[in-house]
């Protein structure tokens, strides 16, 4: 098991149009990666009038990742140093995902 301290960090995240978006910093305390067929983050959420997440400079976390054939997936859990998140149509993507 991951222990959160070694949990990789979201390094950057260009949706603006989340709620857990600060100035290109994700702010929810953890975030969820994939279905089984696309590297989706999960933890997206469009609430224009709301601002969520921790202050105080914290950035998210890869609490887990569904992409089981991501390779930086091993047993659910991302293993990269750090992540960036990117915009895909109407939903917020993993950019560091790569197919094994």
């Known amino acids: 098991m991951t222990a959160a301290m070694e949990m ?7 949706v603006a149009a ?3 978006n ?5 702010h929810a305390f953890a975030i969820t990666i994939g279905s089984p067929d696309h590297a989706h983050c999960h933890t997206f959420i469009e609430m224009p009038a709301v601002r969520g997440g921790v202050d105080g400079g914290m950035t998210a976390q890869v609490g887990a ?9 091993e047993q659910l859990e991302c293993h990269a140093p750090a992540i ?8 917020a ?3 560091t995902y790569v197919s094994r």
């Not at 990789?8 to 260009?14: A, K, N, S």
């Not at 990742?65 to 997936?73: K, L």
């Not at 960036?84 to 939903?91: F, H, I, S």
């Open 8 to 14: 990789p960090r979201v390094q950057e995240c260009v």
């Open 18 to 20: 989340c709620s857990y």
């Open 22 to 26: 600060h100035t290109n910093d994700c």
């Open 65 to 73: 990742c569904q992409r089981a054939d991501c390779r930086h997936n």
């Open 84 to 91: 960036k998140v990117g915009p895909d149509n109407d939903m």
């Open 93 to 95: 993507d993993c950019m």
